[in-house]
């Protein structure tokens, strides 16, 4: 052992190894209470929903305890009640397809607005730099049904952005913005984008700008080095990013049932239909663990993505 | 690096980039300005504007539901966020400053999961469970909400609590150590002292996250269980009053300064 301490040359290995045997349990120990809340309330809950999956549906909610594997099959297929012929669910396929749809495009966005305003705080002076940070961090940390409604409020017919234009006579009649999926796409572009700075930021900071003199003196132009220099350099911070937009974005429930109204559902919003008119509850668990393989895949990528950043 | 360039400015331009941000900053503040504003409104109307006042401040105030749903959620929070807060405390001493140990690597996973997990999966899978036990024992009080928050706050509360830690090396408690002092005394007197300003901002996450809850508590609660932002977002499906728009100018205030305060606290530790 390479230790500093002064009692490495004494002999009393035997008593270290069994002090280090102790710390270990104390500090598994410590975790335990923790551990515990958690595995009652977070993870312990999502293996009774698997179960739940596998459920029949109960007739006012809840589940009978029979083997059934159609909430499984009910998620992307529709078996005719009167023929028994099977088809592709489309009402379901459709708000997957729209929640993929408008996640990408809120990471997008995200991503085309966050980038420059993360680059533009990472080269302001050290001394006003923690000042545009709290500017970021604080409508992150203000509730999100708030910025929600705050939304609601200036894309309504008589909201600002359309009284703005009629004044200006741009427009003749409101635009119809609100329920809306360019509303549900405004609306989580506006909530989620401080997680896309935040995270490029972090990058930014550590970016060495000599490099960046470097392919100066070397004649780059100056998309040249923002591609081939900065964009590889940040790219951790750009993908942690994106996933920290995406995820949520998918998982999207207040911000579409307030901006989209009740026909522009997302997955959330399915989600939580089969538990209330829908009286679906396996087919609600089925939805939500579909949900939750996608989350895991854009997880596992990430970290891939991480690990070969690093080698 | 700054100190030997002295104009690295025309170096870290990029054109177009500085319109961008400022563009996005104004987008992050101007939705939160006519929602304010029209708090202030005289009318009845979100949209038309009559003159300033403070009735839908008075509504509001004078609203039992209201009333009844913010100390709800201060209840809820404050319970949540003590829990947490004990708990991510001693995760975050049971995890830091130690030799790798097996499963630390699970250890990390099962805390970050409500971070991981999205919220309308947990809130479902919630749901189910406690419908069981609420059928089971017939019990619907406030331990549903409470045990349910505590646990997405853990993550929020250990974050700050463990990187504080990871900034404080073990001299200082091995110096206790060596003038006799016994385990407990040496962290009472020299360990939590230290740690303490990453506690406070990690019971100040923990709280506001929990305040700010809107998904889980719409799944956990029983009837009559409304917190403030479960009881704004029902409102919102029915003829919305300014009295929202003075409940969420309250909201937005004590966010602002809680997160104020964390920042300053998070400041100190590195001045």
């Known amino acids: ?311 | 690096m700054a100190v030997a360039r002295q104009k690295p400015f025309v170096i870290r331009h990029m054109p177009g980039f500085p319109t961008l941000a400022i563009v996005c900053f104004f987008a992050l503040y101007m939705p939160l300005v006519p929602l304010v504003i029209y708090s202030f409104n005289a009318g009845n109307n979100i949209a038309l504007w009559e003159g300033i006042s403070f009735r839908w401040y008075v509504a509001a105030w004078d609203n039992e539901l209201v009333k009844a749903a913010a100390v709800r959620s201060l209840v809820v929070a404050s319970f949540a966020s003590f829990f947490a807060t004990i708990l991510a405390t001693m995760a975050a001493l049971g995890t830091t400053r130690t030799r790798a140990y097996r499963g630390q690597t699970t250890i990390y996973a099962l805390i970050n999961q409500p971070l991981m997990v999205p919220e309308i999966v947990t809130a479902v899978a919630l749901l189910i469970l406690f419908a069981m036990i609420k059928e089971a024992t017939g019990y619907h009080g406030y331990a549903y909400l409470i045990i349910a928050h505590t646990a997405f706050c853990i993550p929020f509360a250990y974050l700050p609590i463990r990187a504080r830690l990871e900034g404080m090396d073990k001299t200082l408690e091995t110096a206790a150590a060596d003038l006799y002092a016994r385990p407990w005394p040496t962290f009472r007197r020299v360990t939590l002292p230290l740690m303490l300003p990453g506690i406070f901002a990690g019971a100040m996450l923990a709280f506001v996250i929990s305040l700010d809850d809107v998904v889980i508590t719409e799944f956990v609660k029983s009837a009559g269980q409304d917190t403030l932002p479960t009881y704004m977002l029902g409102q919102l499906r029915r003829v919305i009053t300014p009295e929202i728009n003075a409940i969420s100018s309250v909201l937005l205030l004590i966010s602002v300064i809680l997160v104020t305060l964390i920042f300053f606290l998070s400041r100190n530790k590195t001045a």
Not at chain 1, 274 to 299: D, E
């Open chain 1, 1 to 311: 052992m390479a230790s500093v301490s002064p009692y490495s040359n004494a002999p009393v290995l035997d008593l270290e190894a069994l002090a280090r045997r102790r710390e270990v349990k104390t500090n598994v120990l410590l975790t335990v209470p923790a551990l515990t809340v958690l595995v009652a309330a977070a993870s312990g809950p999502l293996l009774i929903m698997l179960i739940f999956s596998f459920l029949t549906p109960g007739d006012y909610g809840g589940v009978k305890w029979e083997l059934s594997f159609d909430a499984w099959f009910q998620v992307v297929l529709h078996r005719d009640i009167f023929d028994d012929t099977i088809s592709l669910a489309d009402a379901h396929l459709s708000i997957l397809w729209r929640s993929v749809k408008l996640s990408f495009l809120t990471t997008l966005v995200a991503f085309i607005l966050g980038f420059p305003t993360a680059y533009f705080i990472a080269t302001r002076p050290p001394e006003t730099r923690n000042i545009w940070l709290f500017l970021v961090t604080i409508p992150f940390w203000t509730n999100l049904l708030i910025r929600t409604f705050a939304i609601l409020e200036i894309i309504r017919n008589q909201g600002v952005i359309n009284s703005a234009l009629l004044g200006m006579g741009l427009i003749d009649a409101p635009l119809d913005m609100l329920y809306t999926d360019i509303a549900i796409l405004l609306g989580m572009t506006y909530v989620y984008i401080p997680l896309m700075i935040l995270p490029i930021y972090a990058s930014m900071e550590r970016l060495d700008f000599r490099l960046v003199e470097a392919g100066y003196d070397l004649y780059a132009s100056r998309w040249k080095v923002l591609k081939r220099i900065i964009l590889p350099l940040v790219k951790p911070g750009v993908i942690a990013g994106s996933i920290l937009v995406f995820i949520p974005s998918l998982g999207a429930y207040v911000t579409p049932r307030v901006l989209g109204g009740g026909k522009n559902l997302m997955l959330g919003n399915l989600i939580e239909l089969q538990f209330g008119q829908g009286r679906n509850w396996p087919l609600g668990a089925a939805l939500s663990l579909t949900l939750l393989v996608i989350v895991m895949f854009a997880l596992i990528f990430y970290v891939r993505s991480a690990q070969r950043e690093t080698h």
